[in-house]
């Protein structure tokens, strides 16, 4: 019994050591073509997967779509369907060492007056509620609420804006559809090829024209 004991101690000791030598036994990563790479971010920008956007793209935070996400998500989710309506098309690939710049067309509808639409319904929502349009600037809190009488009236409030803005931008007709030629700029790293930077003509085509769209609109209420 105690020489299997041993035994047993022996070969758990041997397989510790395998496990966590460098390179022993373990797979490698296995490293992408400039083409896999390519295709794993369109996947994920027509998923908006974030995780994964993460993973191919350095420097996207401006156009995160993650605190929409977890402050309205009904919105999300219909920005998401959208993003699922843009195709991608490679039209060239051109490597030079660790860098590459390819050619992406990108075909995508246009919601260029969902940003204003947006705006025009809250301002009449809280005018009409509320007494205001500018949802936190000119609210009258009265004195005698709690803490959490107060976290509540604001979760509402963003539910009541999440709602609306969700609505707008799904009952929102379409401007046309826009066809681009946009370049983005690839680089090694580890073993993918990831976009340097998230051009701005890409992420307004993930998202369906909201950001020109936003850039267009009167500033949008906040709570």
Not at 63 to 83: F, G
Not at 86 to 97: F, L
Not at 154 to 170: F, H, N, P, R, Y
Not at 193 to 207: D, G, H, I, Q, R
């Amino acid at each position: 019994m105690k020489t299997m004991k041993k035994i047993l101690m022996s070969l758990l000791l041997v397989l510790s050591a395998v496990m966590f030598l460098p390179g022993a036994v373990q797979a490698k990563t296995k490293t992408e073509s400039l083409s896999t790479s390519v295709k794993a971010f369109i996947k994920a920008a027509k998923k908006m997967d974030e995780k994964q956007l993460d993973k191919y793209v350095r420097d996207w935070e401006d156009y995160s779509s993650e605190d929409v996400k977890y402050a309205l998500p009904k919105t999300y989710r219909v920005i998401k369907k959208n993003a699922s309506k843009v195709t991608y098309k490679v039209v060239s690939k051109k490597k030079k060492g660790n860098t590459a710049t390819v050619v992406l067309q990108v075909k995508y509808p246009k919601y260029t007056k969902a940003i204003g639409r947006m705006v025009k319904a809250l301002e009449k929502y809280y005018e009409k509620k509320y007494g205001f349009t500018d949802a936190g600037m000119g609210m009258p809190m009265p004195n005698d609420l709690s803490q959490k009488e107060i976290e509540k009236m604001v979760s509402e409030m963003l539910d009541e804006m999440d709602t609306l803005c969700a609505g707008q931008i799904k009952k929102c007709p379409k401007s046309g559809t826009a066809s681009k030629k946009i370049i983005v700029t690839f680089v090694k790293s580890g073993s993918r090829w990831v976009m340097k930077k998230m051009p701005k003509a890409l992420a307004n085509a993930m998202y369906c024209d909201l950001i020109r769209s936003a850039e267009k609109a009167e500033p949008i209420p906040v709570v």
